[in-house]
């Protein structure tokens, strides 16, 4: 007898059955941690830096690596590229540090009004149009299951958080820690990547879609997050000497084979991938009491780790 099936037994036995077919019937969840599931990858689950966009700067003597997003801001990450090659960036530092928001950075001339000492831009362009968003339809989105509160969907497109509206056929990155945008004034196509910014707390997804989004910062995020905050308004620095300038700025594939920086990351498009983002909603292990079952993009990190450093070409 199936005495999970409807059947006029006693209530007493029908109490029982209640209790024991959903123990029964119910998936089991991960046994693995995610620490295990990493540990157990495959090399075709990791993927090099893209070399022509990918964004090496030097600050405080350590390494912040950002790589761009040519698929969602292809004008700005072109930009973006040029001004590292003309040495914009190199001389220019961070200027402001938000609590719980944002760690900017943009040529100090330009915002002490020093037009006379303002950089060059070289051939980058000064004038640039906003990259809000992309279309969704074709998007190779791997998909997170729980509801996101910020969009209809969302989940991972090359390694970045994604927000999606399919029925208005529009995707758009999302401010997640980490995640590097392109500062602007009030006119929505004003920014051009000469100013960066880089979420240092929790996500402000407020600023979806008002914002062109760049790339995101994959290594050294403990450089910019652990910067004296600003005293001024909005975390600005207010005095010049307190700025904290960017040594030297380049393109990794600008840079020589063995001062490229030996990591590698793990791909958003694999088994793996999905099976450490529903590993993320189970509490394995003996320390939790309970099980969060939700997860959402701005929870997830993207793993990196080191690999073995490349020959010197």
Known sequence: MNHCA?????LSLLMLTLLACPATQAAKPPQTSQADIIKQSAPSDWRRLDPENTLVMEINGQSVILELAPRFAPQHAANIRTLAREGYYTGSAIVRVQDNYVTQWADPADEEKEKDKVKSLGAALANLPAEFSIPFKGLPLTRFTDPDGWA?????VDGLPVAADPAKNKAWLAHCYGMVGAARSGKPDSSNG????????QAPRALDLNITVVGRVVKGME????LPRG????????KPEHY?????????????TAEQPAIEIMRTDTATWRKLVEASRHAIGGWAVRSALHSN???????????????PS
């Open 231 to 238: 005293p001024s308004a909005m975390g600005f620095y207010d």
């Open 223 to 226: 450089v910019l997050s652990s």
């Open 152 to 156: 209809p969907v969302s989940g991972f």
């Open 244 to 256: 904290v300038p960017i040594t030297r700025a380049r393109v990794l594939g600008d840079m020589p």
């Open 297 to 311: 993009i701005c929870n997830r990190t993207v793993p990196t780790r080191p690999i073995a450093s490349p020959a």
């Open 6 to 10: 409807s059947t006029p037994l006693v």
């Open 194 to 201: 000469t100013s960066l910014y880089a979420i240092n707390g």
